[in-house]
């Protein structure tokens, strides 16, 4: 009885590790750092930073992670969070469909066809 509550208090605490990383780590690109970024910057060098700013923090989440599993090798590690995990047919035509209408909500001028005089 003892190992199991020991276990569960490990998998909480883990959860609440990564919680915690998100909230301060990528909590930010949603608030203060783009404004922060776009005083200082262009807005192409502030989209640039928090782009850069997602990577750097995910990369730091991804290793905390890792090292909360130590018993298992990089290649194991990411295989089995998915990397190069075959994806169904079903999985690869609902992202082809979530592109393509993601892109005419970004952007629904873009794919005028037909052009009209002015």
């Not at 783009?34 to 200082?40: A, D, G, Y």
């Not at 130590?70 to 999985?91: C, D, R």
């Amino acid at each position: 009885m003892n190992t199991t509550t020991n276990e569960k208090s490990t998998v909480w605490r883990r959860i609440a590790i990564v919680t915690l990383l998100l909230l301060v780590l990528v909590g930010p690109n949603f608030g203060p750092l783009p404004h922060l970024l776009r005083e200082s910057l262009s807005l192409e060098g502030s989209i640039t930073g928090v782009l850069i700013w997602f990577w750097v923090a995910f990369l730091i989440i991804l290793a905390v992670v890792y090292r909360m599993n130590k018993s298992t090798s990089i290649g194991e590690f990411l295989t089995s969070h998915g990397l190069g995990a075959p994806s169904g047919i079903g999985a690869n035509i609902a992202g082809l469909i979530l592109g393509i209408v993601w892109r005419f909500y970004s952007c629904p001028a873009s794919f005028n066809l037909i052009q009209m005089p002015t």
